[in-house]
């Protein structure tokens, strides 16, 4: 890759995992009242077609890896553990409540935080509440992330008996400066442990997290790291740019000197060097971040065009309704998203007044949609297309105008009724999408509130 579309292209940037992006969300048009009114409207429309998706937040973690931007609580006392699941099943029976008939549920995805922080009989105990209240779609998808530290043969055989197939463990890298640095003190054997104990299980999809960019990382430690995760042959693998965000998330991506990141070439050699290694060793490039063996679901739904981006990162079905539960998870009606809120006390205290703990969120606008289905296209399938007058918007020729020096760089292809991105310019899709990205190009934001695109 020429070095100066690197030097070029490397700007702040969203990571497109919705449209608009949080920043532009517009807070003072949005209600409880009106994201309710979409969520019936979508749920009507979809539910029995489709089903809905559900996105949990388990925010408790013993210890603060420094590299995490991720919404969390630290601490080391379980007894928080039983009030949470309590707080979630309640804000579950809202939902129910508001949309009345039976949901149709195909996809649920644990996140954190760091969900095997909680006790197998506390997962069971929600996963149970929810799933008796629902209907499970006949094709579904339930998944979860692992800390290779605390999972334990009870979590992966309790979540598998409760009809998770898919593990995803955070590896991040192997070598122990490393480790230090991001204070995520992580040793192999017991990622191989736990790999193999799900395997044997029975999970059909096991994917593993690798960062790179982080402190202190260099090609030799990265190369190790990837050597070792291939000998364990995940069927999945998120390749991930660490996102370097202190301004946003304070002294918790404080924990080492500036200094100590690899440059932005450095960076740039990090991923490339590694995603040959990986596409050497058998891995096929999914959208952006994530590669997988072929006979693996997400690499089938990009062929199936079935893949489908969201605040989950990619997933291989699509429903109209993600419903997002417990602390700062965040729903998504097609028509709107909004947002829990981020404090466990405020949240607690609106589920005790039996609302729901919604603080913020956005009504999408007809443009909006139409933006953001092209943004979707262009993530998931590296292509888009406007043939269809639905699929046109004002402001499409001057979008064309933006494109066209992206195209003169190799980095996509204009054609007449859309744009294809080519190989080299899947490393800037990013900065492809941000030429459709209307809201936040009317309004340019004064301060730097996103990472690097490369």
């Given at each position: 890759?020429?070095q100066?579309?690197?030097?070029?292209y490397?700007?702040?940037?969203?990571r497109?995992?919705?449209?608009?992006?949080?920043?532009?969300?517009?807070n003072?048009?949005?209600?409880?009242e009106?994201y309710?009114?979409?969520l019936?409207?979508?749920?009507?429309?979809?539910?029995?077609?489709?089903?809905?998706?559900?996105?949990?937040?388990?925010?408790?973690?013993?210890s603060l890896?420094?590299?995490?931007?991720?919404?969390?609580?630290?601490?080391k006392k379980?007894?928080v553990?039983?009030p949470?699941?309590?707080a979630?099943?309640?804000?579950?029976s809202?939902?129910?409540?508001?949309l009345?008939?039976r949901?149709?549920?195909?996809?649920?995805?644990?996140?954190?935080?760091?969900?095997?922080?909680?006790k197998?009989?506390?997962?069971?105990?929600?996963?149970?509440?929810?799933?008796s209240?629902s209907?499970?779609?006949?094709?579904?998808?339930?998944?979860f992330?692992?800390?290779?530290?605390?999972?334990?043969?009870?979590h992966?055989?309790?979540?598998?008996?409760?009809?998770f197939?898919?593990?995803?463990?955070?590896?991040?890298?192997?070598?122990?400066?490393v480790?230090?640095?991001?204070?995520?003190?992580?040793?192999?054997?017991?990622?191989k442990?736990?790999t193999?104990?799900?395997?044997?299980?029975?999970?059909?999809?096991?994917s593993?997290?690798?960062?790179?960019g982080?402190?202190?990382?260099?090609?030799?430690?990265?190369?190790?790291?990837?050597k070792?995760?291939?000998?364990?042959?995940?069927?999945?693998?998120?390749?991930?740019?660490?996102a370097?965000?202190?301004?946003?998330?304070?002294?918790?991506?404080?924990g080492?000197?500036?200094?100590?990141?690899?440059?932005?070439?450095?960076?740039?050699?990090?991923?490339?060097?590694?995603?040959?290694?990986l596409?050497?060793?058998?891995?096929?490039?999914?959208?952006?971040d994530?590669?997988?063996?072929?006979?693996?679901?997400?690499?089938?739904?990009?062929?199936?065009r079935?893949?489908h981006?969201n605040?989950?990162?990619?997933?291989?079905?699509?429903?109209?309704?993600?419903?997002?539960?417990?602390?700062?998870?965040?729903?998504?009606?097609?028509?709107a998203?909004?947002?829990?809120?981020?404090?466990?006390?405020?949240?607690?205290?609106?589920?005790?007044?039996?609302?729901?703990?919604?603080?913020?969120g956005?009504?999408?606008?007809?443009?909006?949609?139409?933006?953001?289905?092209h943004?979707?296209?262009l993530?998931?399938?590296?292509?888009?297309?406007?043939?269809?007058?639905?699929?046109?918007f004002?402001?499409?020729?001057q979008t064309?105008?933006?494109?066209?020096?992206m195209?003169?760089?190799?980095?996509?292809?204009?054609?007449?009724?859309?744009?294809?991105?080519t190989?080299e310019?899947r490393?800037?899709a990013?900065?492809i999408?941000?030429?459709?990205?209307?809201?936040?190009?009317?309004?340019?934001p004064?301060?730097?509130?996103?990472?690097?695109t490369?």
């Open positions: 890759m020429k100066n579309l690197i030097q070029k490397n700007i702040p940037g969203p497109y995992t919705s449209y608009p992006t949080v920043p532009y969300w517009d003072e048009g949005f209600s409880s009106r309710i009114q979409t019936k409207k979508s749920f009507d429309e979809s539910n029995a077609k489709e089903g809905i998706s559900l996105y949990i937040h388990l925010p408790y973690c013993e890896c420094t590299f995490c931007a991720c919404h969390k609580r630290i601490t379980h007894s553990e039983e949470y699941i309590d979630l099943l309640k804000e579950w809202l939902y129910l409540n508001i009345g008939d949901p149709n549920i195909s996809e649920i995805h644990l996140g954190g935080g760091t969900p095997t922080f909680f197998p009989e506390n997962l069971k105990r929600l996963i149970e509440g929810i799933l209240t209907t499970v779609a006949p094709e579904h998808s339930f998944s992330e692992g800390h290779p530290n605390n999972t334990t043969r009870s992966l055989q309790t979540l598998y008996d409760l009809g197939r898919r593990v995803s463990f955070g590896v991040q890298d192997y070598d122990a400066k480790q230090i640095a991001i204070n995520r003190i992580q040793p192999y054997f017991k990622v442990e736990v193999e104990i799900a395997r044997e299980i029975g999970y059909t999809s096991i593993h997290d690798l960062v790179f982080l402190p202190f990382q260099t090609w030799e430690s990265e190369e190790k790291t990837i070792q995760t291939i000998a364990l042959k995940p069927d999945r693998l998120a390749f991930y740019s660490y370097h965000v202190p301004w946003i998330k304070g002294v918790g991506q404080r080492f000197d500036e200094n100590d990141l690899p440059s932005g070439p450095e960076k740039r050699k990090l991923y490339e060097n590694g995603k040959a290694l596409e050497a060793l058998g891995y096929v490039e999914i959208g952006m994530h590669f997988s063996l072929p006979q693996d679901e997400l690499y089938q739904s990009m062929l199936n079935k893949i981006r605040f989950m990162g990619y997933t291989s079905s699509s429903t109209q309704v993600m419903i997002g539960l417990g602390v700062s998870a965040i729903g998504d009606t097609w028509y998203f909004g947002q829990n809120e981020k404090s466990i006390e405020t949240y607690y205290e609106y589920l005790q007044k039996d609302l729901l703990p919604i603080y913020r956005h009504i999408l606008t007809s443009e909006d949609l139409v933006i953001r289905r943004i979707l296209n993530m998931c399938l590296l292509h888009t297309r406007w043939d269809d007058p639905q699929a046109q004002a402001e499409l020729p064309l105008e933006r494109l066209q020096e195209q003169n760089d190799g980095l996509l292809t204009l054609l007449p009724n859309g744009i294809d991105i190989e310019g490393t800037f990013r900065n999408c941000m030429a459709f990205d209307l809201r936040m190009l009317r309004n340019k004064e301060t730097r509130i996103f990472s690097m490369v």
